[in-house]
C-alpha cells in the first residue's frame, strides 16, 4: 500500500513538472488547473480572513521568527533555521524550534473502549495529548520516525536549543516558554502558518526557481501566490552563485523592502553512518559511487558530488521524505558490490530515515551541509542583534484565553 501510494505521489509530482506526456497526463493537468484555481481561491480568502482580523493570531510574549517559503520543497529550509537557531544561542537567546514534524508517526490514540467511556461520561476527557520534545536541549528524545527527519537533525545539530513538535504550533510555543523558559522561537515552515503572530518572516526563495512552475498547487508547486513575498521582512536567496541581479529585480516587484540576502548550501565533510569518521570533500575525487536519496530535487545532490570529483554511475532515488526499508538499501548495495563501487553516498536528511544497518562490504557516508551566507551577511547579523537585544516587552501577556485556545 506503501509503495503504491508513493508511485502514485510521484507520478503526480512528474505530471505537474511535464516529466509525463500523453493523453491522461494531458488530462490530469486539466484538472489540476482547475483545482488550482479552487485552491487559490482559498489561500486569497484565509489570508483575508487573518489580515481583516476576522480570525485572530496569538501572541505568546516572545518573538516568533518564522522560516518559510512560498513553493513545496526544495528550497533548504533546515540549514537556515540551524543557523539562526546556533546564532540566537550563541548570543544568550533561550531559543526553542517549533516544528509540524511533516510525515512524522502520530502518537496512539487511547483506546476505543475509554474514549467510548469518556464521551459517554464516564471517564475523564483528555484537553489534548501535549507537544512532542524531540529534543529538551541536551538529550534528543525521540527518533526520527516519531519526530519527523527535519526535527531530528536540528534536535543533533543544535545542542542547548529544545525542538518540540506539534501541528499546533501555538500550543507547542506554550509549552517551550513554560517547560523550557524559551524567550524566543523559531517556527520551522511557517510562512503559512497564520495561528501564531510571526514578529519577523524570513521566507526562502530558489534562485534555480524563485517561483515554482508558476501554477499554485495543484497544478503546481506554488503554496501561495508570488505577490505573498510582500510580508516578509528578509529573503533569503539559496543556491545563490552571485549572479543575481535579475532574480533581485523579480523579487522586489513583490517586495521592495525586504532585506534580501544570498546563500548556498555549503558541503562540509562525508561521514561514515557506522564508525563515525569524516572525510575531506575530496575524499571520493575520482572514486566510483552510488547516491541513494529521496529529497525533493534529488539531481542537486547527485550534481554536486560530480562537482565534488566524485562518479556517480549509480543512482537510486524515492519520493521526498520516504522511510527506507532495509531491503531497498541493501539490494541497491547488492548492485554496488556487484559492480565494485567505492561507496554508497546519501544525504544527511536521508540518512536519519536509514533503519539500522550491519556494517557491510560497501561503506556508506552521508554529506553534510550547512548554509553559507554569500552575500548580506551583515544583514543577517543586525536580525540576530535585533531579536537578542529587544525591547523591554511586560511580562504576563499570555492570556488565559490563549492558554486555552492552544491546549
Known amino acids: 500500500m506503501k509503495d503504491t501510494l508513493e508511485e502514485l505521489e510521484q507520478y503526480i509530482i512528474d505530471v505537474i513538472i511535464h516529466n509525463r506526456r500523453g493523453l491522461r497526463a494531458s488530462m490530469l493537468r486539466t484538472v489540476f488547473w482547475f483545482l488550482s484555481g479552487i485552491y487559490s481561491a482559498a489561500v486569497r480568502l484565509r489570508l483575508h480572513l487573518y489580515r481583516e482580523r476576522y480570525i485572530h493570531d496569538h501572541h505568546l510574549g516572545v518573538p516568533v521568527i518564522s522560516v518559510g517559503n512560498i ?13 539562526l537557531a546556533k546564532s540566537l544561542r550563541d548570543k544568550g537567546r533561550r531559543v ?23 464521551k459517554l461520561g464516564l471517564a475523564r476527557k483528555p484537553r489534548g495529548l501535549p507537544p512532542r520534545v524531540v529534543s529538551d536541549g541536551v538529550n534528543v528524545l525521540l527518533d526520527s520516525h516519531v519526530a519527523g527527519d527535519e526535527p531530528f537533525m536540528l534536535a543533533h545539530n543544535c545542542p542547548g536549543v529544545p525542538v518540540v513538535v506539534d501541528r499546533d504550533r501555538v500550543k507547542a510555543g506554550i509549552h517551550a516558554i513554560r517547560k523550557f523558559g524559551a524567550d524566543a522561537l523559531i517556527l520551522d515552515d511557517g510562512l503559512q502558518y497564520l495561528r501564531l503572530k510571526h ?9 534555480s526557481a524563485p517561483f515554482g512552475t508558476g501554477y499554485m498547487l495543484p ?18 536567496l539559496t543556491k545563490s552563485d ?8 523579480q523579487i522586489e516587484r513583490h517586495n521592495p523592502v525586504a532585506e534580501i540576502i544570498e546563500c548556498h548550501h555549503r558541503p562540509v565533510h562525508f561521514q561514515n553512518i557506522h564508525t563515525g569518521e569524516r572525510l575531506p570533500l575530496d575524499a571520493f575525487k575520482g572514486k566510483y559511487v552510488g547516491a541513494l536519496s529521496g529529497i525533493a530535487v ?27 526499508q532495509e531491503k531497498e538499501i541493501t539490494q541497491f548495495i547488492d548492485r554496488l558490490i556487484k559492480a565494485d563501487a567505492d561507496a554508497l553516498l546519501t544525504t544527511e536528511k536521508d540518512y536519519v530515515r536509514f533503519p539500522k544497518l550491519a556494517e557491510g562490504e560497501v561503506p556508506i557516508y552521508f554529506l553534510r551541509v550547512e548554509i553559507e551566507i554569500t552575500r ?21 501577556m499570555m492570556s488565559s484565553e490563549m492558554v486555552e485556545e492552544g491546549g
Open 96 to 118: 526553542a524550534i517549533l516544528s509540524r514534524g511533516y510525515k512524522s508517526k502520530r502518537q496512539r490514540k487511547p483506546p476505543l473502549g475509554w474514549r467510548i467511556a469518556a
Open 298 to 324: 534529488p539531481e542537486s545532490f547527485e550534481n554536486g558530488l560530480r562537482k565534488l570529483g566524485a562518479k556517480v554511475h549509480w543512482t537510486a532515488r524515492f519520493t521526498d521524505h520516504h522511510r527506507f
Open 242 to 249: 552571485g549572479d543575481s541581479a535579475e532574480i533581485i529585480r
Open 71 to 83: 513553493t513545496v520543497g526544495g528550497t533548504g529550509k533546515t540549514p537556515v533555521v540551524e543557523l
Open 199 to 207: 514578529r519577523h518572516d524570513i521566507v526562502l526563495v530558489d534562485k
Open 376 to 396: 548580506g551577511r551583515e544583514k543577517f547579523d543586525r536580525l540576530v542583534e535585533l531579536i537578542s537585544n529587544p525591547r523591554h516587552v511586560a511580562p504576563g
Open 219 to 236: 497544478r503546481g508547486t506554488l503554496r501561495e501566490p508570488p505577490k505573498s513575498l510582500r510580508r516578509a521582512s528578509y529573503i533569503f
